[in-house]
């Protein structure tokens, strides 16, 4: 890489955290740098482009919809004014938009495989995004969100619902133990690398040994 790409990465490093500075805990500059290091890790093994790739995983949440009340024009263009402010080509400037505009799960629950966005580096990023989704870190992301939407823990009255549309998925207020079944453990079987892969696995098993010991303190059993 570059010394004018890794200049760019730093200034990206510095607006990214500036951004996110009162973002919620589980989409904050935390995660961020999570899944910065995830992608390093996993593209060790992938033919990338390391300077799209790094861009596109610290701008990949630059604006959450969900934050923004389901609007999801305002992740890519606020992607794409700050690259074209930095100076990058247009051309990675238009696949790192594509990449913030397809990386999110409610985004495959809407496009047909023929209509979708794709690239090596959309990939990486995305499997990296997931990762941090699962496992002991996505637990805790998960019951910070619920608790910062209000919602209920676990109601036995209310169904996972397996087979939400994109628009029901994202109007869903459903308690936070049905996420583990609409998304959580979805994700172990969507990776797209053979790194990805291997290390959802483990991430994956410690989610439903978490789940097992939930329900089994919520019936009184242990």
Known sequence: MSTSEEKIIEN?????????????????????????????????????DDFIV??????????????????????????????????????????????????SFKSSLSKGEKDRFSSPELDVIQDADRLDAIGAIGVARCFNYGGFKNRQLYNPEIKPNLNMSKEEYKKSSAPTINHF???????????????????????HEYMKVFLDQFFAEWDGKK
């Not at 861009?55 to 923004?68: E, N, Q, T, V």
């Not at 079944?181 to 079987?189: G, R, S, T, V």
């Open 181 to 203: 079944y609409e998304k959580l453990l979805l994700l172990k079987d969507k990776m797209n690398t053979k790194t990805g892969r291997q290390l959802a696995v483990k991430r």
């Open 54 to 103: 790094a861009l596109g995983a610290l701008l990949h949440d630059i604006a959450d919809a969900k934050f923004y009340d389901g609007d999801e024009t305002v992740g890519p263009k606020m992607a794409r004014e700050f690259l074209f402010s930095q100076n990058v080509d247009s051309t990675i400037i238009e696949h790192i938009v594509q990449i913030v505009d397809n990386i």
């Open 12 to 48: 990206t490093i510095t607006f990214v955290k500036k951004t996110l500075e009162n973002a919620e805990g589980g989409h904050d500059w935390f995660h961020i740098e999570r899944v910065y290091k995830n992608v390093k890790l996993i593209s060790k093994n992938e033919n990338v």
